[in-house]
Nanobody, 115 residues
Protein backbone atom coordinates (compact mmCIF):
# COMPACT_ATOMS: atom_id res chain seq x y z
CA UNK A 1 0.00 0.00 0.00
CA UNK A 2 1.53 3.28 -1.12
CA UNK A 3 1.32 6.13 1.37
CA UNK A 4 2.28 9.79 1.22
CA UNK A 5 3.36 11.72 4.32
CA UNK A 6 3.62 15.49 3.96
CA UNK A 7 5.49 17.76 6.36
CA UNK A 8 7.06 21.19 6.64
CA UNK A 9 4.04 23.44 6.81
CA UNK A 10 3.56 26.21 9.33
CA UNK A 11 2.56 29.80 10.01
CA UNK A 12 4.66 32.41 8.23
CA UNK A 13 4.42 36.08 7.37
CA UNK A 14 3.97 37.33 3.80
CA UNK A 15 7.25 37.27 1.91
CA UNK A 16 8.74 34.44 3.92
CA UNK A 17 9.63 30.94 2.74
CA UNK A 18 8.82 27.33 3.57
CA UNK A 19 10.05 24.00 2.27
CA UNK A 20 7.57 21.15 2.17
CA UNK A 21 8.55 17.50 2.01
CA UNK A 22 6.56 14.46 0.95
CA UNK A 23 7.83 11.00 1.76
CA UNK A 24 6.36 8.18 -0.28
CA UNK A 25 6.39 4.55 0.68
CA UNK A 26 6.50 1.79 -1.88
CA UNK A 27 8.26 1.38 -5.19
CA UNK A 28 5.88 3.52 -7.20
CA UNK A 29 7.65 6.76 -6.53
CA UNK A 30 10.52 6.79 -9.03
CA UNK A 31 8.36 5.66 -11.96
CA UNK A 32 5.58 8.23 -11.80
CA UNK A 33 5.16 11.94 -12.28
CA UNK A 34 4.46 13.59 -8.94
CA UNK A 35 2.61 16.71 -7.98
CA UNK A 36 1.99 19.08 -5.12
CA UNK A 37 -1.62 20.07 -4.68
CA UNK A 38 -3.36 22.46 -2.33
CA UNK A 39 -6.86 22.99 -1.04
CA UNK A 40 -7.97 26.24 0.53
CA UNK A 41 -11.14 26.45 2.65
CA UNK A 42 -14.22 26.36 0.46
CA UNK A 43 -12.22 25.68 -2.70
CA UNK A 44 -11.41 22.62 -4.79
CA UNK A 45 -8.08 20.93 -4.59
CA UNK A 46 -5.73 22.25 -7.28
CA UNK A 47 -2.39 21.22 -8.74
CA UNK A 48 0.28 23.82 -8.02
CA UNK A 49 3.42 22.05 -9.27
CA UNK A 50 4.31 18.85 -11.07
CA UNK A 51 7.50 16.97 -11.84
CA UNK A 52 8.01 14.04 -14.16
CA UNK A 53 10.25 11.05 -13.53
CA UNK A 54 12.75 12.86 -15.76
CA UNK A 55 12.46 16.00 -13.61
CA UNK A 56 10.59 18.13 -16.12
CA UNK A 57 8.57 20.61 -14.08
CA UNK A 58 5.39 22.60 -14.54
CA UNK A 59 3.68 25.17 -12.33
CA UNK A 60 0.35 26.86 -11.89
CA UNK A 61 0.48 30.46 -13.04
CA UNK A 62 -0.25 31.64 -9.50
CA UNK A 63 3.01 30.18 -8.14
CA UNK A 64 5.30 30.38 -11.16
CA UNK A 65 8.58 32.04 -10.27
CA UNK A 66 8.00 31.61 -6.53
CA UNK A 67 7.69 27.84 -6.01
CA UNK A 68 10.15 25.13 -7.03
CA UNK A 69 9.37 21.42 -7.07
CA UNK A 70 12.11 18.82 -6.91
CA UNK A 71 12.45 15.12 -6.20
CA UNK A 72 15.00 12.73 -4.75
CA UNK A 73 14.19 9.27 -6.07
CA UNK A 74 16.79 7.65 -3.82
CA UNK A 75 14.91 8.99 -0.79
CA UNK A 76 11.40 8.54 -2.28
CA UNK A 77 10.80 12.20 -1.47
CA UNK A 78 9.41 15.15 -3.35
CA UNK A 79 9.94 18.73 -2.17
CA UNK A 80 8.25 22.06 -2.68
CA UNK A 81 10.32 25.16 -2.00
CA UNK A 82 7.95 28.09 -1.54
CA UNK A 83 9.36 31.61 -1.58
CA UNK A 84 7.72 35.01 -1.41
CA UNK A 85 4.65 33.50 0.18
CA UNK A 86 1.37 35.38 -0.05
CA UNK A 87 -1.80 35.18 2.05
CA UNK A 88 -3.56 33.53 -0.90
CA UNK A 89 -1.12 30.62 -0.64
CA UNK A 90 -2.81 29.63 2.61
CA UNK A 91 -4.09 26.07 2.20
CA UNK A 92 -3.51 22.45 3.10
CA UNK A 93 -0.81 21.09 0.80
CA UNK A 94 -0.78 17.49 -0.41
CA UNK A 95 1.37 15.40 -2.69
CA UNK A 96 0.25 12.62 -4.97
CA UNK A 97 0.99 11.26 -8.40
CA UNK A 98 0.20 13.58 -11.29
CA UNK A 99 -2.48 12.91 -12.26
CA UNK A 100 -3.70 11.25 -9.08
CA UNK A 101 -4.05 7.47 -9.30
CA UNK A 102 -6.08 5.29 -6.96
CA UNK A 103 -3.73 6.09 -4.09
CA UNK A 104 -5.16 7.53 -0.88
CA UNK A 105 -4.35 11.13 -0.13
CA UNK A 106 -2.15 11.79 2.89
CA UNK A 107 -3.11 14.04 5.75
CA UNK A 108 -1.51 17.06 4.12
CA UNK A 109 0.42 19.87 5.77
CA UNK A 110 -1.13 23.21 6.66
CA UNK A 111 0.46 26.37 5.31
CA UNK A 112 -0.81 29.64 6.73
CA UNK A 113 0.49 32.97 5.47
CA UNK A 114 -0.60 35.84 7.64
CA UNK A 115 0.77 38.99 9.18
Amino acid sequence: QVQFVESGGGLVQPGESLRLSCAASGSIFSRYPMGWYRQAPGKQRELVAGITSGRVTNYADSVKGRFTISRDNAKNTVYLQMNSLKPEDTAVYYCNTNPPLRIPWGQGTQVTVSS
